[in-house]
């Protein structure tokens, strides 16, 4: 895995007329976790897409090495396509996913169109996805909605195996999210 | 970077040629549509046709245009494809320009085919069917990247495909006039500026519609 690391400082968030958080400072280095805990619309997805570059800070910088790969609630699936040539999109543009379709249970869908796909079986798309872009530093945007017991476990093993393999994980979720030696950032402190 | 590129053409075209963004098929009929309504509404006198149907086509070729524009941008934002490709250092720009690309392939090449048939049906004769579509040649590059940039300014934006039509429409007049205008005698020139409209709209398309894709994720 390539080196990653990200840092970002003083951070300020503002949306429209209402300031989300101001003065919030974050290092990760290799291996290392960081959940991002607070309520509905207290900024943690801002928080996130901030991180990835996406969204300009108020205040503040955000310095990353490594490439950034994103989970939120859109998939960026073509809808009318068949999984596995939706799929096939990303891998050609990523490399191949190695065992992740099987892993995460998808390899039987690979024909159904992605609109026809549960909300859970998108978000398992998505992961597959992820893991095939290989980028060091993953931030998951509430990454556990729709996925049943099973997926969800799924999903935190292929999170805790990404930072054992020297990779970083920023999750913003108000689900418990269980990886081993997970910082968290209680949003709700920085907020204005 | 080509390479990445080349599977981004390739998808484009998958869904605006063939697949269900709309595909060639639409735009196509509406033109011939239109192209053959108009000896209904004016009657049929052969010299009258011969005289304006070249500008029919012009018009038609503009409004079949229109019809694709909000499949263009918005579905690809809604879907997070253009985070996903920005997160990929793929940046707007190149991503417009491909889309650019396959929107006229989509559209330009099909109308100018389907010129051939309008033509018959208005009873155009040969020296101004060449014009024409030699008009179209130079014009609807222009056309697609006019529809791109409109497409990302208004994506997300409520009505915003009605929108799309009525921006492009006062936009698109240079090109009309200058490309329907070299059909009249000694309009030679007409061909030579419709090319310079479409190069100056393809040189600012790229640009201008990254800006409006990069705004619309504030």
């Not at chain 2, 009605?162 to 006062?170: C, E, F, T, Y």
């Not at chain 2, 030579?192 to 479409?198: E, H, Q």
Request: aromatic share 6%; proline share 5%; net charge neutral.
């Amino acid at each position: 895995m390539q080196e990653c690391r990200l840092t970002a400082d003083n951070l300020a968030c503002r949306r429209g007329d209402r300031m989300l958080f101001h003065g919030l400072s974050l290092a990760l280095a290799p291996g290392e976790a960081l959940q991002v805990l607070g309520a509905n619309g207290i900024g943690k997805s801002s928080l996130l897409r901030i991180l990835a570059g996406l969204l300009r800070p108020f205040a503040g910088n955000v310095a990353s090495t490594g490439a950034i790969g994103l989970i939120d609630e859109r998939p960026a699936l073509d809808p009318h396509l068949p999984l596995g040539q939706a799929l096939a999109f990303w891998q050609r543009l990523d490399g191949a996913a190695g065992d992740a379709l099987a892993r995460l249970g998808l390899a039987d869908l690979l024909d159904v169109p992605v609109r026809y796909l549960s909300t859970g079986q998108k978000k398992r798309a998505a992961l597959v996805r992820l893991i095939g872009q290989a980028a060091p530093v993953w931030l998951l945007d509430e990454p556990l909605n729709g996925l049943d017991r099973d997926a969800a476990a799924l999903a935190q093993a292929l999170a805790a195996e990404h930072c054992a393999g020297g990779g970083i994980c920023v999750i913003a979720s108000h689900q418990s999210f269980t990886l081993p030696d997970m910082a968290t950032l209680t949003l709700a402190q920085y907020a204005a | 970077m080509t390479a990445q590129l080349a599977m981004l053409l390739r998808r484009d075209l998958a869904l605006l040629l063939f697949g269900k963004r709309g595909g060639t098929v639409l735009p196509v009929l509406f033109f011939l549509a239109v192209a053959m309504l108009f000896p209904f509404a004016v009657g049929p006198d052969a010299q009258l046709l011969a005289r304006t149907g070249g500008g029919v086509i012009w018009v038609a070729a503009l409004l079949a245009a229109i019809l694709p524009l909000d499949r263009l941008i918005e579905p690809d934002i809604e879907l997070g494809f253009f985070d996903q490709w920005a997160l990929r250092g793929i940046s707007e720009e190149s991503i417009v320009a491909v889309r650019v690309l396959a929107h006229w392939l989509s559209f330009g090449p099909p109308l100018m085919l389907a010129s051939l048939i309008a033509a018959a049906l208005l009873g155009i004769d040969g020296a101004s069917l060449r014009t024409v579509e030699i008009g179209l040649l130079a014009g609807t590059p222009g056309l697609a990247a006019l529809g791109v940039t409109v497409a990302a300014l208004t994506a997300g934006l409520r009505g915003g495909t009605a929108l799309a039509g009525l921006l492009v429409i006062p936009l698109a007049v240079p090109l009309l006039i200058f490309g329907a205008g070299s059909l009249a005698p000694g309009g030679g020139g007409g061909l030579a500026l419709t090319g310079a409209v479409s190069l100056v709209l393809l040189a600012i398309a790229p640009f201008a519609a990254a800006a409006a894709i990069r705004a619309a994720r504030g």
